[in-house]
T-cell receptor, first 110, second 114 residues
Framework: GQQLNQSPQSMFIQEGEDVSMNCTSS?????WLWYKQDPGEGPVLLIA?????ELTSNGRLTAQFGITRKDSFLNISASIPSDVGIYFC??????????FGTGTRLQVFP | KAGVTQTPRYLIKTRGQQVTLSCSPI?????VSWYQQTPGQGLQFLFE???????NKGNFPGRFSGRQFSNSRSEMNVSTLELGDSALYLC?????????????FGQGTRLTVV
C-alpha cells in the first residue's frame, strides 16, 4: 500500500538534544498529523496541522505544514527518555484517505 | 468520552484457523480503519469502513475481510491463518466531517499464529 517517505528511519540521540524528522510526499495533502507509538501500544495523536505554512506546538513538540503541502516536519526540543518510541506522520488527501509514513524510531540515551 | 476499544488484547491461534477481532470506535465516529503492524514495519492499511460500507481497501489477500455494524462497531476476520499473519492489528476511528479527519487508535490486538 501507499506510504509516505519519512526520514530519518531511526535516530539515536543523547538526552537533552533536539530532534528533527520530516515526511515527504509526491501528492498534495489537506491535513498533516503526527503520532507517537510506544512499544506494544496504539499510536497516539500528538499534533494536527490543517493549513499550509501552519506551525503548531504541543509542549516540547513543534510541527509544521510545508508550504508546498507535500511535506511536514516535527521537532522535539530537549529530548527526555520518555520520548523514546516510533513517530509516524500521516497525510490526508482530498478523498479523505489517510496515508501514513514509514515511521522514525527514536532512541534516547541518558 | 471513551476511546477506541479493541478486543481481545492478545490472541494465540494455530495455523489454518480463523480469527475475528473487534473494534468499538469513539462515540459519534462513523469511520473505522484497520491496520496491520509487524515488528519493525510501519502501518499497513487493510481497509476502512464508513456507515457500514467499505470505502477504501489496501493490498491484502481475500483472507482478510471486515464489516461494520449499524452502531459503527467493526470486526475484522482473517481466515486460514498463516504464520506471517502474526502482528499487532490496530483499528482507528474518525469522525470525518469538518476537521474530523484525525484518527484515534485503539491499543491493538496482538495476534500470534503458531
Amino acid at each position: 500500500g501507499q506510504q509516505l517517505n519519512q526520514s530519518p528511519q531511526s535516530m539515536f540521540i543523547q538526552e537533552g538534544e533536539d530532534v528533527s524528522m520530516n515526511c515527504t510526499s509526491s501528492s498534495i495533502f489537506n491535513t498533516w498529523l503526527w503520532y507517537k507509538q510506544d512499544p506494544g501500544e496504539g499510536p497516539v495523536l500528538l499534533i494536527a496541522l490543517y493549513k499550509a505554512g501552519e506551525l503548531t506546538s504541543n509542549g516540547r513538540l513543534t510541527a509544521q505544514f510545508g508550504i508546498t503541502r507535500k511535506d511536514s516536519f516535527l521537532n522535539i526540543s530537549a529530548s527526555i527518555p520518555s520520548d523514546v518510541g516510533i513517530y509516524f506522520c500521516a497525510g490526508q488527501s482530498n478523498t479523505d484517505k489517510l496515508i501514513f509514513g514509514t515511521g522514525t524510531r527514536l532512541q534516547v540515551f541518558p | 468520552k471513551a476511546g477506541v476499544t479493541q478486543t481481545p488484547r492478545y490472541l494465540i491461534k494455530t495455523r489454518g484457523q480463523q480469527v475475528t477481532l473487534s473494534c468499538s470506535p469513539i462515540s459519534g465516529h462513523r469511520s473505522v480503519s484497520w491496520y496491520q503492524q509487524t515488528p519493525g514495519q510501519g502501518l499497513q492499511f487493510l481497509f476502512e469502513y464508513f456507515s457500514e460500507t467499505q470505502r477504501n481497501k489496501g493490498n491484502f489477500p481475500g483472507r482478510f475481510s471486515g464489516r461494520q455494524f449499524s452502531n459503527s462497531r467493526s470486526e475484522m476476520n482473517v481466515s486460514t491463518l498463516e504464520l506471517g499473519d502474526s502482528a499487532l492489528y490496530l483499528c482507528a476511528s474518525r469522525y470525518l466531517a469538518g476537521r474530523g479527519t484525525e484518527a484515534f487508535f485503539g491499543q491493538g490486538t496482538r495476534l500470534t499464529v503458531v
